[in-house]
């Protein structure tokens, strides 16, 4: 595999249709002239458990009168009256399922429709028909027709057709083309989908980087660490974008469901952004494995190269030497120069070739055998020699012995002597002195055309030598520039990168000024980082060229381009998450009604317990939080009720508590809690209001156990035209919201 598989084919069963095709209103009205801006204003605040199960909402369907609602602002309040309209729709045959009046009230979404669909059903079409038609047929066939324009609807029931959310989205579109921008909406399965396809490609990448199969030659090492290079230029990058826009819309998406007291969305198993970020990390793990393993191996054949070359250098000199010795099987030489040639010299660097797991290593062990049979041809010709050489070491001692003997002329001379010995002594003479001129120079090979041959040699490869010798030194210059230039660029973008990171760690936990002045500051930091991308190149360029060349250290700097890259991308993804937090944080504030300050307490709170200031708190961290909030969990029942709320804050069980999350789970228990201001005001409609409240009033309108507790804890009235027995409800009301507040 040369080459990362990237592409993927992404397959939708849905017809898209041309976006114009639908967003034709169904109705040509002049919104601006029959609505009046403060009325809608004035009824998007009404709650919908007001509207839903109001007396005169039930009257109008059921043309039944109701029993009085009750008065009171106060939750249990709401409770009642909304318990009073179930009963009534109970009371009609509606079978309710898994409706309370706690769900209604707090806001559940999801039960809040359901309740809507049962009404329409019951009151408004179940018993209407048309012709052969039933109502409810008949308003599927509508359903039907209204959204067929639209893509990714496909109404065929009231049940699961509707569950996505996109087919009743279509038919306010088709009606109300301003409240919703439908080109925009997706489908929460379409964020799985993208799930998946990222794990697909993390998985199907990582084996791909775990191929560790060493090539043959230099050429295809380099060609993998090219194919390495462009899978992290133009193949990762994208990925890197799609991952960060995932847990930025998965982010938002649980965001908006809590808003909306909706459960959390849970993709199914093996999908979960956990599981993204753990493979994520794999990859990252055999990434960096892969390129030290690639340099390691262009290191190793880099080596073998070199050794390859010096043990061809060395062959061809030993053969040559070998090869213009084989006259000394005819001419005498001295001995000692054959230890001028080892062949161990040859045979030692071999060894490396066998560590270093050379290719081509059978080729070198037969050329290697070969030296060795010369060696030990040339040694059997070397004692030949020696042997000759001694014969002819004899001949010149007998020398001295035959000049003395023919100068003497001792056996001329002697008249007694034996002629008979002299002319055997005469022959040998003869003999010897003929061997001894007859031979030539034993001690050198070399004539003075020798000399003048190899001089003129020596005077070529000089300036050959010195040409390679500067070649080398401009080539160690230009790796040394290549050196300074890149680290002269990474020692300023590293820093930078670091320092913008603190930057905006700093601002997405400081708690000066309002989230507006916070967004616009990072949206200056996003631009800042967008135009910074240059540099990031220039730097990736320069790193190409330094691996071009076989640079494998530089001891000017400390940062390498594996550090740049996980740096960048980490600020590209911290950038980006801090500003959907930020964004998400508006949302929650804007849907709540929380204040500035509220948000800066709870910002504070956060930042006292995140221990490792990273903008997330650990379970002990969050638990010592708790505590210190009044939550019991020291006791028997509070490793229970701690894990309970975990599973509100933290619903994909990824280990750790984020700001959202803290604020949601804050702002939902601060919306239980009655103010002093608001239980002033609900006594105050009990007693009609009067500034004190008597004991049959309480009885009448509370219910006993609460009305007792009441009684018991409210002391006595002191004013003015006061019956007997009454009670103050302002001083009482006041001591409740101090405790509660304890």
């Known amino acids: 595999m040369t080459a990362v598989e990237t592409q993927i084919t992404y397959t939708n069963s849905y017809t898209i249709q041309h976006e114009d095709a639908y967003m034709t209103q169904e109705e040509d009205w002049d919104r601006d002239l ?102 409810k047929e008949g308003l599927l066939l509508w359903c039907q027709r209204k959204t067929a324009p639209y893509r990714n609807v496909n109404v065929q029931n009231f049940h699961i057709s509707w569950k996505d959310g996109l087919a009743l989205c279509a038919l306010i579109h088709r009606h109300r083309p301003d409240l919703i921008d439908y080109s925009k909406l997706r489908k929460v399965a379409q964020l799985e989908t993208a799930l998946l396809f990222l794990l697909e490609w993390i998985r199907r990448t990582i084996p791909w980087l775990e191929n560790r199969v060493a090539e043959q030659t230099m050429r295809a090492m380099q060609q993998k660490l090219e194919d390495f290079r462009d899978y992290r230029r133009v193949h990762k990058p994208p990925r890197v974008q799609e991952k960060c826009q995932l847990e930025i819309n998965f982010n938002t998406l649980q965001t908006k469901l809590r808003l909306s007291n909706r459960p959390a969305f849970m993709p199914s198993e093996g999908k979960m952004v956990s599981d993204i970020a753990n493979a994520w990390k794999g990859l990252e793990q055999v990434e960096k494995g892969y390129e030290e393993w690639l340099l390691t191996e262009i290191r190793r054949l880099e080596r073998l190269d070199h050794l390859a070359e010096k043990f061809k250098q060395k062959c061809a000199m030993h053969e040559a030497w070998t090869t213009g010795r084989w006259w000394i099987d005819f001419v005498f030489y001295l001995a000692h120069n054959v230890t001028h040639f080892k062949a161990s010299l040859i045979l030692l660097p071999f060894c490396k070739y066998f560590e270093l797991d ?49 100068s003497g002329n001792e056996c001329m001379n002697d008249e007694g002597g034996d002629g008979e010995d002299a002319g055997c002594t005469t022959g040998g003479a003869k003999l010897l002195i003929a061997v001894i001129l007859s031979g030539i120079n034993p001690y050198t090979n070399l004539s003075p055309q020798d000399i003048s041959t190899k001089w003129d040699t020596v005077k070529h490869l000089v300036p050959l030598r010195d040409q390679m010798l500067q070649e080398e030194v401009a080539r160690q210059q230009a790796n040394e520039r290549l050196r300074r230039q890149f680290a002269a660029q990474a020692n300023i973008i590293g820093p930078w990168i670091q320092t913008k990171m603190e930057e905006i760690s700093h601002v997405s936990v400081d708690i000066a000024g309002s989230l507006e002045e916070q967004m616009n500051s990072l949206k200056q930091y996003e631009q800042n980082i967008i135009n910074y991308k240059s540099n990031i190149d220039k730097l990736e360029g320069d790193h190409q060229l330094i691996q071009e060349s076989l640079i494998f250290d530089n001891k000017h700097t400390n940062y390498t381009m594996e550090h740049i890259r996980v740096g960048w991308e980490q600020l590209l993804t911290t950038i980006a998450r801090t500003i959907n937090e930020v964004e998400n944080q508006i949302l929650t504030r804007d849907a709540k009604g929380i204040s500035q300050e509220q948000l800066n307490e709870f910002r504070a709170s956060f930042n006292h317990f995140d221990r490792k200031r990273n903008g997330m708190m650990d379970p002990d961290d969050f638990r010592a939080c708790l505590i210190s909030m009044g939550y ?39 919306a239980e809690t009655d103010t002093a201001e608001q239980v002033m005001a609900s006594f105050k409609i009990l007693a009609s209001d009067k500034n004190y409240i008597t004991v049959e009033e309480l009885r009448r309108e509370l219910p006993p156990e609460q009305a007792e507790y009441c009684i018991t804890r409210m002391t006595r009235y002191v004013g003015p035209d006061c019956p007997a027995g009454a009670l103050d409800y302002i001083s009482f009301s006041s001591a409740l919201y101090g405790e509660s507040d304890l």
Not at 634 to 656: H, K
């Open 632 to 670: 019991d969990l020291v006791s028997g029942q509070g490793e229970v009720e701690f894990a309970r709320i975990m599973t509100l804050v933290d619903p994909n069980n990824t280990g750790v508590v984020t700001f959202q999350a803290f604020i949601d789970f804050m702002t939902r228990e601060t």
């Open 34 to 135: 029959l609505l009046d801006p403060a009325w809608e204003k004035q009824q998007r605040k009404v709650g919908l458990d007001k509207a839903i199960c109001s007396e005169t909402f039930f009257s109008l369907l059921s043309c039944e009168r109701l029993p009085k609602p009750d008065k009171g602002k106060m939750r249990f309040h709401k409770i009642a009256n909304v318990n009073k309209a179930l009963d009534f729709i109970c009371s009609k045959g509606v079978k309710l399922v898994s409706i309370g009046a706690e769900e209604i009230v707090d806001g559940n979404v999801k039960m809040t429709l359901g309740m809507i669909w049962t009404i329409i059903l019951r009151f408004a079409i179940q018993d209407i028909s048309v012709e052969e038609t039933s109502a």
């Open 358 to 406: 050379y290719h081509d290593a059978a080729t070198v062990n037969t050329r290697c055998q070969g030296i060795c049979d010369q060696w030990d041809n040339l040694g059997t010709l070397t004692q030949k020699r020696r042997d000759s050489l001694e014969v002819k070491l004899n001949s010149n001692q007998l020398l001295p012995e035959t000049v003395s003997w023919m």
